[in-house]
């Protein structure tokens, strides 16, 4: 069965915290790079962090110093520390594998706002 759900997102003030889960079924999750998206209001869904199998990791300029991307393979999940949180992150965030279109699988997201 394929699955992606999302969870952990919320409202937060700016220069907050929020840890994004992401519960992958091992179709998706198994020996491919899985990534955090996320879609603002009105504009089209990004990647903004991916991790490998192997854990190498990679960040958008944006999000650098700030997100932290893992993943835990016995339990096919994929986590999202976010820091120093802004704005402009406000947005739908998703999980799936890098290289998803927008025709295959996508979970609901979860929204994280951040504001004063």
């Known amino acids: 069965q394929v699955q992606l759900v999302e969870s952990g997102g919320g409202l937060v003030q700016p220069g907050g915290s929020l840890r994004l889960s992401c519960a992958a079924s091992?179709?998706?999750?198994?020996?491919?790079?899985m990534g955090w998206y996320r879609q603002a209001p009105g504009k089209e869904r990004v990647l903004v962090a991916t991790v490998a199998s192997r854990g190498f990791t990679y960040y958008v300029d944006g999000v650098k110093g700030r997100f932290t991307i893992s993943r835990d393979n016995d339990k096919n999940m994929v986590y999202l520390q976010m820091n120093s949180l802004k704005p402009e992150d406000t947005a739908v965030y998703y999980c799936n594998k890098v290289g998803a279109s927008s025709l295959e699988y996508w979970g609901q997201g979860t929204q994280v706002t951040v504001s004063s």
């Open positions: 091992a179709s998706i999750f198994s020996f491919n790079t």
